[in-house]
């Protein structure tokens, strides 16, 4: 089993900074891709930004400029520094991460709870 844990959600300012971190988990043998995506009440699920094990990223437009995708490989964990925060950043990140699993031929996808963002103006 693989466990992901997001922590660093909270209150804050417009303007004022989170950051968010997932921790990984359990029976792992590697992780691929780590991602975060957020999701606002009654909408879908969007994609805020990814990373590869070899420290590609890539962001939605959104987020670009303003946000940091980062990962500690020895520890699986993913992080995401946010700066200068909108109130349209509110949302509940989750964290996905690809994970080959001890003991399985293939890769799965495997989500964390989400943590709660809240932007207030």
């Known amino acids: 089993q693989v466990q992901l844990v997001e922590s660093g959600g909270g209150l804050v300012q417009a303007g004022g900074s989170l950051r968010l971190s997932c921790a990984a988990s359990g029976s792992i043998f590697s992780i691929n891709v780590m991602a975060w995506y957020r999701q606002e009440p009654g909408k879908q699920r969007e994609l805020v930004a990814t990373?590869?094990?070899?420290?590609?990223?890539n962001y939605a437009d959104a987020v670009k400029g303003r946000f940091t995708i980062s990962r500690a490989n020895a520890k699986n964990t993913a992080y995401l520094q946010m700066n200068s925060l909108k109130p349209e950043d509110t949302a509940v990140y989750y964290c996905?991460?690809?994970?080959?699993?001890?003991?399985?031929?293939?890769?799965?996808?495997?989500w964390g709870q989400g943590t709660q963002v809240t932007v207030s103006s």
């Open positions: 990373i590869t094990s070899g420290g590609y990223t």
């Open positions: 996905n991460a690809v994970v080959r699993a001890l003991n399985r031929d293939n890769p799965g996808s495997y």
